[in-house]
């Protein structure tokens, strides 16, 4: 059968071309955009004058924008890695349950990943908060002081990355299950046959053929958390905001409260050329190391 190419990539680029409007529309113009208001000091709306680079070198002496990216990265290092580790053992623990007990904790494990935020933020303050929480009323039983979770800045960021770790892991759970059934028994019953123990089994089996997805849930989680917004803001109601900054809050703060428009556009640059070089990285890395393992 003679083929017509000139055909194909005709009826291939009418296919795209609603997808193509649509991403330029909501991405590359908004984004073009955000880096054109980066050099200008507008306001949120307005135009503004051209200023340079005035805007990223006042970053460099800006102390809030330093605890903003310490924050940040320490919320990254307190969820990322600890999230992915504990959906992985869930999910090697699942994996051995079968039929309806395999269902019933799965589902509720992936019961909270629903909710939205502002239920998690209410149903987490309910129980560590100072005042009322249920938390702290057994810290009074126990005869333990109560502690400020939310107003201290020792704790916030390990609290919030600890309330994020329960509301996404189910997601990650599910995309480990479906790399472990996606293993063929007959190696398993191989290493069986090999007197491999457990330990063996997951160290020379189960973890080089799960490589993939732990790589793909590392980027996802080091992208997501890396734009951290809601939970930080929510949170920090009533409490210390300017000490809990992260980078997408301090945006928020630029753009929504203080009216520099240009100022949060050269910030919001920042983080994305950030996500971008961390998320290479990470690729790089993940794929060098799962070239090793096999």
């Known amino acids: 059968m003679i083929r017509d190419s000139k055909n194909e990539w005709l009826i291939a680029f ?4 609603p997808f193509l409007a649509v991403y330029g529309l909501i991405f590359v113009y908004p984004t ?24 990223y070198t006042r970053l ?3 102390r809030r924008f330093g605890t903003a990216i310490w924050n940040t990265a320490y919320f ?15 999910a090697l623990g699942v994996s051995r349950l079968t039929g309806r007990m395999q269902t019933l904790i799965l589902a509720l494990f992936f019961l909270p990943y629903i909710l939205p935020v502002s239920v998690v933020y209410r149903l987490w303050d309910w129980t560590m908060n100072f005042q ?27 609290a919030v990355a600890f309330i994020t770790i329960w509301w996404t892991c189910g997601f990650n759970i599910l995309l480990f299950l479906a790399g472990l059934r996606a293993i063929p028994q007959e190696i398993y019953e191989a290493a069986s046959l090999d007197n491999a123990g457990r330990w063996t089994t997951f160290r020379k089996v189960t973890w080089p053929l799960l490589w993939p997805i732990t790589a793909l849930n590392l980027t996802i989680q080091l992208i997501l958390q890396m734009k951290i917004f809601d939970q930080v ?15 997408v809050y301090y945006i928020f703060q630029r753009a929504f409260q203080s009216n520099h428009g240009g100022r949060a556009a050269a910030i919001a640059v920042v983080l994305f050329v950030i996500v971008v070089v961390v998320s290479i990285l990470n690729y790089q890395l993940t794929r060098f190391s799962g070239s090793g393992r096999r």
């Open 233 to 247: 803001y929510l949170f920090s109601t009533g409490g210390r905001p300017n000490d809990n900054l992260v980078m």
């Open 76 to 90: 990254v290092a307190m969820s990322v890695v600890p999230g992915t580790a504990v959906a992985l053992a869930i």
């Open 132 to 158: 009322f929480g249920i938390a702290m009323h057994v810290f009074d039983m126990l005869g333990i002081d109560r502690v400020p979770v939310f107003k201290t800045t020792t704790w916030f960021i390990p």
């Open 60 to 62: 460099a002496s800006d």
């Open 14 to 17: 009418v296919l795209l071309t």
């Open 32 to 55: 073009i955009d955000m880096f054109l208001l980066s050099f200008t000091d507008a306001p949120l709306i307005g135009d503004g004058d051209y200023v340079g680079l005035d805007n």
